[in-house]
């Protein structure tokens, strides 16, 4: 069982997503080059997530700062996206303000950030899809932060 702190994490996501390509259509096809930034008391996380047409063509590790050469990236504190994966794992999907575009908008606890304006709009295009790839974690085992 890979943690949502791990990268495996992110890559058996990917690999539910690329095995699944119906589900995505849709929704459309994607091009973009996404961070997410956990931080943690422990650890960060920085994850790199490329989607291209209707896939997740990398999921790699990003250094400190490494998140500037995304388009966009999520960044927020390891217990609010264990939060988010808890409750895609007992409601199937992302809930009310669990959803990405929720907490997003909100900014308390998850920020979409991004070098210029037209990262942000990339983001907000295609939030469905990362959603979507977010909500594969309800086909993976339980989730320990």
Not at 14 to 24: F, R, S, T
Not at 37 to 52: I, N, S
Not at 116 to 145: H, I
Request: glycine share 10%; net charge negative; proline share 1%.
């Amino acid at each position: 069982m890979a943690y949502v702190s791990e990268l495996s994490y992110y890559q058996e996501l990917a690999a539910l997503m690329n095995a699944h390509p119906e589900d995505y259509e849709i929704l459309g096809e994607v091009d973009l080059n996404l961070g997410l930034v956990m931080t943690g008391q422990a650890a960060d996380l920085r994850v790199r997530l490329q989607f291209e047409g209707l896939g997740c063509t990398e999921v790699s590790a990003l250094e400190e700062g490494g998140e500037h050469s995304c388009d966009c990236w999520l960044e927020g504190d390891l217990e609010a996206w264990g939060e988010m994966f808890d409750d895609i794992h007992v409601n199937g999907m992302a809930t009310g303000r669990k959803t990405v575009n929720s907490l997003t908008l909100l900014g308390d606890r998850i920020d979409i950030r991004a070098n210029d304006p037209l990262g942000k709009d990339l983001f907000f295009r295609f939030n469905q899809t990362v959603q979507q790839f977010l909500d594969g974690a309800a086909e993976l085992e339980q989730s320990v932060v």
